[in-house]
């Protein structure tokens, strides 16, 4: 009897300890865009990146939120920043945000999913990177393409200068344990 009761606490013990814990992180960080037309290329930088998510490290599996303030980019060039915004349409969508599904680690890579919404248009997308851990806190650096087709959106044009497809992006966040 006694071996029977051993063994139960033994396997429920070991159960108990194999499930995942999920905690929850405040994220704070910086989008980066990098765009061309004929004649260059720039980037633009916005540092209002916020949100918080529930992770949980060993089944992937993440839920929440992290948002960036459209009308926070800066390339440098107002008049650049300024159309941007017009194409945004930050009056009608001052927000873009990443619905956090899944965050699946392998070594030092990771893949961030999620649905992400700009200007009113959703959509799946998938964030690879790297993640690092410093102490209760995870650093994100990570980058995708994209297009303006893909949003809906109408890119920005001077005279016979268009801005090109695809437009390289950025994340570089950070998640500390609450």
């Known amino acids: 009897m006694n071996h029977w009761k051993l063994l139960f606490l033994l396997l429920v013990g070991a159960a108990g300890g194999s499930q995942a814990q999920t905690n929850q992180y405040a994220i704070e960080g910086r989008v980066i865009y ?9 980037e633009g930088t916005n540092t209002s990146v916020r949100g918080v998510v529930r992770w949980n490290s060993q089944t992937g599996e993440a839920s929440g939120q992290v948002c960036v303030e459209l009308g926070r980019f800066d390339s440098g060039n ?28 392998t070594g030092e890579d990771a893949v ?3 649905t992400l919404e700009i200007s009113g248009t959703r959509r799946a997308v998938r964030i690879s990177g790297k993640l690092t851990r410093e102490g209760n806190s995870y650093r994100f650096v990570g980058g995708f393409n994209t297009s303006f087709s893909e949003w809906k959106l109408n890119p920005p044009s001077l005279l016979f200068l268009r801005v090109n497809d695809p437009v390289e992006v950025r994340l570089e966040a950070r998640a500390t344990l609450r």
């Not at 990098?34 to 720039?42: Q, T």
Request: hydrophobic share 40%; net charge neutral; glycine share 8%.
């Open 34 to 42: 990098a765009a061309s037309y004929n004649l260059g290329r720039w």
């Open 78 to 105: 107002p008049l650049r920043d300024a159309d941007a915004r017009g194409v945004f349409d930050i009056n009608r969508f001052p927000q873009s945000c990443l619905e956090v599904e899944r965050l699946v680690q």
């Open 112 to 114: 961030l999913s999620g």
